[in-house]
């Protein structure tokens, strides 16, 4: 690595690379830094930094997560040659159930190529026995590594600037790299290393979310759950979405909210329709989950980038409420793009790297909105009759274009940015059909026939 006459910060020839967190976002990075490098001509060395071990069960292996591979991602990932194999992928979600206080029903959207994949980040809930099963992250570190890249299993707890690079401090080494990439997701402790390099970088705003992961067995996750992800849109204090994800002999639960706690977390369970969903006679208070109340980024960074420093994924910018892994493979990529064309100096990064996650920032603001819209829906037993109304006929129909299915459909799996979801849903037909529902329901209420 050396400074040109400009004063050009390039990776070059036997550049070290350092990247902390090898979870998604940093296996994403170094998957195609070595792609990048190879179409460059150079050779590089890339040490990841990762404290937990992926082949685990339960907390220790695991980047708590619903478990959902978007569409659009797997569509992406099969294009760069990344195929998930059958051992990573729990289920191929074809479908969702949503639940609301009227009724249930399944939406089948128009077939697509690749179906969504739930899966597991580790190697399972704690007490899994699973045999041969890999978790993702573990499966996207197992690629970085047969690409050539060390993984050090140490936990990198400072770091300092050099003029001539940045030094990577463990419990038992310092090791200077060229560049430095902070894949390191919420942990605050690591965020704060990485603040106190870049003194502008602001770490993202984040919400507490609630996972459990419960026991069901192959038989009855087949018959009360197939392969549809149920959503649920409750009018439930402090809860904006819920989820059940089949995956195998398990069943994920995620909630979403603001801040959700343990009461918001029971008033979900003990709502008749979710509990109608679990098989006759299971109690799940009885069946005793792997649980936890993570961070989601629900506002993204400021300045994730220096000379010789860039931050990416959860660390930087992710999508609000939904494919974060998504995010992570194009903050990922968009950051070795920066790295390997560009240059790893601050304006470099600004110029090729920054743009990216503006646009991931804007769609947030965009996703905002929308979920203010669908938390006036939550809240109104009138307009979710209508919603619920309207899905319903959609479905029913053999031909035609299933508009608000598919606009939830997207907006429940990330399978379309929000702008998207934005404009089809301001689509005057849509709208137009949406506003002669409405005046039918409310001069002329029928009871529902449930789907
Ligand atoms: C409730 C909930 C449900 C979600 N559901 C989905 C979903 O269904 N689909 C989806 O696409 N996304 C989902 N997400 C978001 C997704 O989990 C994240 O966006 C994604 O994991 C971000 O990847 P990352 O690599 O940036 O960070 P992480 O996955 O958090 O990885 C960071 C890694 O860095 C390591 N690390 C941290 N500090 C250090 C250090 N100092 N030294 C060494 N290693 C370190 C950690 O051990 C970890 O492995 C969900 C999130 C939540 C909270």
């Not at 979870?23 to 990075?29: I, K, L, N, V, Y």
């Not at 940045?166 to 902070?182: E, F, N, P, Q, W």
């Not at 990529?333 to 390997?340: C, D, E, L, R, S």
């Amino acid at each position: 690595m050396e400074k040109s006459e400009s004063k050009k910060l390039i990776l070059k020839n036997g550049s070290r690379i350092g990247v902390v967190g090898g979870g998604p976002a940093g296996s994403f990075f170094t998957f195609f830094a070595f792609e990048l490098a190879r179409e460059k001509g150079i050779n590089i060395q890339v040490d990841i930094y990762e404290i937990k071990n992926f082949s685990k069960t339960g907390q220790a292996g695991c980047n708590h997560c619903g478990g959902i591979v978007a569409e659009s991602l797997v569509h992406r990932l099969s294009e760069d040659g990344i195929i998930l194999p059958p051992q990573i992928v729990r289920r191929g979600i074809e479908s969702y159930t949503l639940h609301v206080e009227q009724g249930s029903t399944t939406i089948n959207t128009i077939l697509h190529e690749h179906p969504i994949a739930s899966i597991f980040r580790g190697a399972g809930p704690l007490g899994s026995t699973v045999i041969n099963a890999q978790g993702f992250d573990g499966f996207l570190l197992d690629l970085c590594e047969k690409k050539g890249a060390v993984v050090f299993r140490e936990k990198v707890i400072d770091a300092e600037v050099q003029p001539d690079g940045v030094t990577l401090i463990t419990g038992s080494a310092k090791r200077k790299y060229d560049l430095v990439v902070g894949a390191v997701g919420l942990n605050p402790k690591s965020l704060h290393i990485f603040q106190k390099l870049i003194p502008p970088y602001k770490p993202p705003r984040t919400t507490r979310t609630y996972i459990s992961e419960y026991f069901l067995g192959s038989e009855n996750i087949t018959k009360h759950f197939g392969n549809s992800m149920h959503v649920f849109l409750l009018n439930l204090p402090g809860i904006k979405f819920g989820a059940l994800i089949p995956k195998g002999v398990y069943v994920t639960l995620v909630l979403l909210g603001e801040d959700v706690n343990a009461e918001a977390v029971n008033r979900f369970l003990n709502s008749e329709t979710v509990a109608n969903c679990f098989p006759a006679g299971i109690a799940l208070k009885d069946i005793p989950p792997c649980q936890c109340f993570p961070s989601i980024n629900i506002g993204s960074a400021r300045n994730p980038y220096s000379d010789r420093i860039v931050l990416i994924g959860d660390s930087a910018s992710s999508i609000l409420y939904k494919n974060g892994i998504g995010a992570a493979y194009i903050t990922g990529k968009a950051a070795a793009v920066a790295a390997f064309r560009v240059g790893i100096s601050k304006s470099d990064f600004k110029k090729s790297f920054r743009p990216v996650c503006a646009q991931l920032n804007t769609d947030n603001a965009v996703g905002k909105l929308i979920y203010s819209v669908s938390s006036i829906i939550q809240k109104s037993m009138f307009l979710k009759k209508v919603m619920f109304r309207i899905v319903v006929t959609e479905q029913k129909k053999e031909r035609g274009k299933l508009e608000m299915s598919s606009l939830l459909w997207d907006t429940f799996t990330g399978s379309a940015p929000y702008r998207n979801i934005l404009k089809r849903a301001l689509n005057p037909i849509l709208l137009a059909n949406l506003f002669r529902k409405i005046f039918t329901e409310f001069f002329t209420p029928e009871p529902l026939s449930k789907g």
